[in-house]
């Protein structure tokens, strides 16, 4: 009987198995752990935090959609003082490997936060989630310009030097997305977090105006499927060596191998959650069976398969 | 008494496979039986079940939340609980089409319950539409410990009054109010909350219903010594706290306000403390 | 009892009801019309023509997936000449009024078909389908290409003269959709059709290769309504005296009717027809008893109707 | 005799609702007898249905085809067809659990079916798997028309041979054949029809199966004077005709390609004019 290793890494940080949380949609991850054990995953992703903290948007925050729904959460969260003071350790004492996202509404925050968190320890990686408005840029959403995308991630990696790795989380909602991840990669981006929700509306019927109170929301769950697909199989056959933490509508260990076959590295699981709270446990489970019934004997040689040669 | 900021999930929740025991019509809701084992003694009033809908390969990727209306233990088919479901849209429907014998993918008990008061009060349950579901297993309990327990139930039409017979034995009185007028008094169930609070007759409120009406309690109770504990009804997306989608600017001892969420710091708050003006406001302002 | 008006006008076009077949989802028409009068829907939008006859992309040419399904047909069509001299004869006998979909590799092949199509009578308006690739430059979609599309719309504008009305149609995959909207319309379009498919791939968990012979496909259905819903919206801010022809997703009256609400004049059913043939007429009845019951008058009251002040 | 390039939609077509009269395990099938009423009389062998799944709020767009196996008028029923389904992934998974009773969408008859010839001739029947289906049914017509009717089926293993007691009476002679030797001869279905070919026993060959299959079949009687009609199964949208994702590379009498649509110019079509090499192939050629 031979081993399987289910074992992946993103830059410099290794993890059991490339079975992730996805931020924002695992809160500080205690809400979880009533459900299973932290440290049985690859690794909880926290939700991003900003250097102060905020309400968010007003309610109502979600709309369900065909197979998905909209979210305009807003980043509401406690800040990173209350961040690393309380939900950290937290984390930390159950023995879970932690991926922090940040969020920033100028450069300068995004580096400021890089600051704060680059000395402590216990964490695994940092996912820099640049799908916020730009205060500076009319709101122009970091991700959605790729001169700022790179300013992001500039200033990030020069802060935190060359120790932790930076996962740089880019939005689907670009002409051009090969070219974004290129930049990001080009200023120190050691892995890509692909992709953050798909920006939608629902219309209330009833008050015949949009029905969140932000407005737009993004879109995530099983509807965006195809999209993540799409976006890891495009960005792999342009970055081969640059490891990607895929999601988008993942729920089964089926779904997760496809994302694996696109060439993700790992996979976040977010939406399927709050369906389904044991979902992280499953989507692990089937997926080693799926990769062990296709004769593979570690999950890096499935990473990118989709894109092998004819033989 | 009731102690809000829980902020946690509910620890007895878990995720299992319940099956129907019964599923029968009422007025325009559907009554449906759940057998749930064990968990049964974890279930108080206020707690919350949250349901998969739509079977195998649904469009509908989210839990619907149901108040749990009461509890037993039966000797045939061991714990249940009841819930009182109004086919509304999609996952209610199909909720309500289930046949005896159905299983359903649940998480539960979630939630707080309402507070129980340790010494004998005079207590106003309150209930607007399927709202009333948790009041008669919450009667039970206040009667236990010696409340005098009062009911007041409205709904726009008499069709959505829920208000079953053996529950009414709980009550020492029940008054019911339809806007329509076609069951009990005509009107709305809060008009006759002032005299009686005017009367000294209530020490403490428990309500469940729409959130305006939670509101409207909130506000004739502002002032006065009057506990109102509240059931609110937020649209939830995960229901185990892990989404930010349900919550409520809730004030602290302290008067800061912080978005809570309802469904783990509720959905039993306390009405004085939750700020009914800024709900579903626009305040993008730092804490 | 007060009469409905039920129709509506796409630039100087004007028809009875607002709900037209999508481009390449109702073939030339036929095949429908066994289920259904044409004459009884707003208008049949045709698969869009090229110059050329065309096989199209190899099989498979779909996959479903959650709430959607991918295509890659590839344009698959007779050509400009059978198209003239078959199918829109057939559809004007039909008494149904046509809306002629054209796409092309080049600019030069939009403006020939422009050519062939202005003097052709029975024509209610046309369609330039720009989510083709620019053979011209590397292949890019020239909708995703603010520069091509301007000069695709502006070759057609001038070729066609003022008579006919240009409805564009645009791709949602773009980081900046109300500015490639502006674009267009600077040049001559008349009216602007809302959206084109969103680009998706799917795994196939057997070859483990993409499924499609196109490798990427566009994603259609009720998972990409939000999607429609908001770039109807955004684009409606922008330029709210521009007519939007909506389309994604819709599958019912209430479908239909958020779409208009939130800008869109008319609303085009694709993919719905293939799950249900009188998908057309059932979205068709359900949306005039929805406007009724919410007390319009006219279908043109409510379009946008999303959009108005709070009170 | 079989008249291709029928370009249209089957003129019979309708779209109704179906109940499901039963629903039986067969081997590793089921069976489904769909009520139809008068519908019946225009369900020809080669037609098929196309089915809604996955109830109300099902996540699949999609319809599901399937061959029409057997039709029958039955005095408690009315028109009846059967289906043979075999439970792959959700939507047929989805049909296969459908009790007696239920209610389903579809849209029938579609497609070409299976030409009959006009004078008696040796007719070579070959079913795949549940490729098998429609063949019962093209016996008993073709038997009526005092064909001579050879029947070969074939499955990887014994539970996917579908031949019912009643079906083979229609056929001079069956034989069975499973890739695991555990049901008929050891073998592929195929493996016996160059010896017939050659043994001038066939006029004309009738299949339905896998892609793979058919095209075998093709190869076998190139160059000779025996007519191939085969139901292809290619991968549909709509099934009537509208997406174009169901083509085909098939040639015309000039020999001129064009990729046909299976929905509307098949299944049924002539084995020796589809250009089985081209499919699934890039060519992106104009024609
Ligand atoms: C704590 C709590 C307790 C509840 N108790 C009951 C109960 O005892 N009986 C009962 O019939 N219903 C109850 N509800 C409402 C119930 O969860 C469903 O939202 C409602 O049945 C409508 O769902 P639907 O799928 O039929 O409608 P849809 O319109 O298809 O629902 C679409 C989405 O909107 C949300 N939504 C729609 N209406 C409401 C609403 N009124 N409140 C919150 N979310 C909504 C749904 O949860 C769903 O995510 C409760 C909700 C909460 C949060
Ligand atoms: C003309 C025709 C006749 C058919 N007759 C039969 C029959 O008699 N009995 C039977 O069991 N099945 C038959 N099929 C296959 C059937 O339509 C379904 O595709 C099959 O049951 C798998 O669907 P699913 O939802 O279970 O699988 P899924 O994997 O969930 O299907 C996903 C999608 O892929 C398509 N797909 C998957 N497998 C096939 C396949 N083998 N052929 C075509 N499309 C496929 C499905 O239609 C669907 O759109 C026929 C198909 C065609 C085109
Ligand atoms: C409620 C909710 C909150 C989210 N919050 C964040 C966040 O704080 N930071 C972030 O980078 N992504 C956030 N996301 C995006 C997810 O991490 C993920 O990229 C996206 O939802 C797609 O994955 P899924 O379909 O598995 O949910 C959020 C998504 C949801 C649904
Ligand atoms: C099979 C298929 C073929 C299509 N062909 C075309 C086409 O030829 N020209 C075009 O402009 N759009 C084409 N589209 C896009 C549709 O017209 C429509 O914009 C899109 O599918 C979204 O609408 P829906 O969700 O209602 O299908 C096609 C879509 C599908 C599914
Ligand atoms: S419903 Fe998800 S946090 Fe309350
Ligand atoms: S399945 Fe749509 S054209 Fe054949």
């Known amino acids: 009987m031979t081993t399987f290793d289910f074992s992946t890494t993103l830059g410099s940080a290794w993890f059991p198995t490339p079975i992730f949380t996805a931020s924002g949609c695992a809160s500080s991850g205690k809400e979880l752990s009533q459900f299973f054990d932290l440290k049985d995953i690859g690794a909880v992703v926290t939700k991003s935090v900003m250097s102060k903290p905020r309400h968010g948007r007003p309610t109502p925050r979600m709309a369900e959609t065909p197979s998905g729904m909209l979210n305009s959460i807003g980043l509401q969260g406690p800040g990173i003082d209350s961040f690393l003071a309380n939900d950290l350790p937290w984390l930390i004492e159950q023995k879970s490997r932690v991926i922090v996202s940040i969020a920033g509404e100028t450069v300068e925050e995004y580096a400021t936060l890089a600051r704060r968190i680059r000395s402590v320890s216990g964490i695994s990686a940092v996912e820099v989630n640049i799908s916020c408005p730009n205060v500076e840029n009319r709101g122009l959403v970091f991700a959605c310009d790729p001169d700022?995308?790179?300013?992001?991630?500039?200033?990030?990696?020069?802060?935190?030097?060359?120790?932790?790795?930076?996962?740089?989380?880019?939005?689907?909602?670009?002409?051009?997305?090969?070219?974004?991840?290129?930049?990001?990669?080009?200023?120190?981006?050691?892995?890509?977090?692909?992709?953050?929700?798909?920006?939608g509306m629902v219309i209330n019927l009833d008050t015949m105006r949009p029905h969140l109170g932000g407005k737009t929301g993004g879109l995530s769950g099983p509807a965006i499927r195809p999209v993540a697909v799409r976006a890891i199989y495009q960005v792999h056959a342009a970055l081969p060596k640059v490891p990607i933490l895929g999601m988008g509508g993942v729920s089964s260990g089926r779904d997760a191998l496809e994302l694996i076959l696109a060439g993700a590295s790992g996979v976040s699981i977010g939406t399927a959650s709050f369906g389904n709270p044991t979902a992280l446990m499953q989507v692990q489970h089937e997926l080693k069976e799926l990769l062990v019934a296709r004769g593979f004997t570690s999950l890096s040689a499935a990473v990118g398969f989709a894109h092998r040669e004819e033989m | 008494?009731?102690?809000?900021?829980?902020?946690?999930?509910?620890?007895?929740?878990?995720?299992?496979?319940?099956?129907?025991?019964?599923?029968?019509?009422?007025?325009?809701?559907?009554?449906?039986?759940?057998?749930?084992?064990?968990?049964?003694?974890?279930?108080?009033?206020?707690?919350?079940?949250?349901?998969?809908?739509?079977?195998?390969?649904?469009?509908?990727?989210?839990?619907?939340?149901?108040?749990?209306?009461?509890?037993?233990?039966?000797?045939?088919?061991?714990g249940t609980i009841e819930l009182i479901v109004a086919p509304f849209g999609s996952g209610s429907s199909w909720l309500c089409s289930q046949p005896e014998g159905s299983e359903l993918d649940v998480v539960t008990p979630l939630g707080t319950a309402f507070g129980i008061p340790t010494e004998p009060v005079k207590a106003l349950l309150v209930g607007g539409g399927y709202g009333s579901a948790p009041l008669f297993g919450l009667a039970e309990v206040l009667k236990l410990r010696g409340c005098k327990v009062d009911m007041l139930l409205g709904a726009s039409t008499g069709g959505k009054i829920y208000a079953p017979m053996e529950g009414k034995r709980s009550a020492n009185s029940l008054r019911i109010y339809t806007e329509d007028g076609s069951m009990g008094e005509k009107g709305r169930v809060t008009d006759p909350i002032w005299a009686l609070v005017q009367d000294n007759a209530v020490d403490v409120i428990y309500s469940c219903g729409p959130m305006p009406m939670l509101a409207a309690i909130s506000k004739l109770v502002e002032g006065t010594d009057i506990v109102h504990q509240c059931a609110v009804e937020e649209s939830m997306a995960c229901g185990v706290g892990v989404c930010m989608t349900c919550v409520l600017p809730v004030a602290n001892d302290q008067g800061q306000v912080s978005m809570l969420r309802s469904c783990i710091d509720g959905p039993v708050m306390d009405g004085s403390l939750v700020q009914w003006d800024l709900v579903g406001q626009v305040h993008e302002v730092h804490q």
Request: some cysteine; proline content about 3%; aromatic content about 4%.
């Open chain 2, 1 to 78: 008494m009731v102690k809000l900021l829980m902020s946690t999930i509910n620890r007895s929740a878990s995720q299992f496979i319940a099956s129907v025991v019964s599923n029968k019509r009422v007025g325009q809701y559907h009554q449906l039986i759940l057998q749930v084992g064990d968990i049964v003694t974890f279930c108080k009033p206020g707690n919350f079940i949250a349901i998969k809908v739509g079977g195998e390969s649904s469009r509908m990727i989210l839990r619907r939340a149901f108040a749990i209306s009461r509890t037993s233990q039966s000797s045939s088919f061991g």
């Open chain 1, 148 to 199: 700022a995308s790179r300013r992001v991630v500039d200033g990030v990696r020069k802060t935190i030097g060359g120790e932790l790795p930076i996962i740089v989380k880019l939005s689907p909602d670009v002409t051009n997305l090969p070219e974004i991840a290129a930049g990001v990669v080009d200023v120190g981006a050691d892995a890509l977090a692909l992709i953050n929700t798909v920006l």
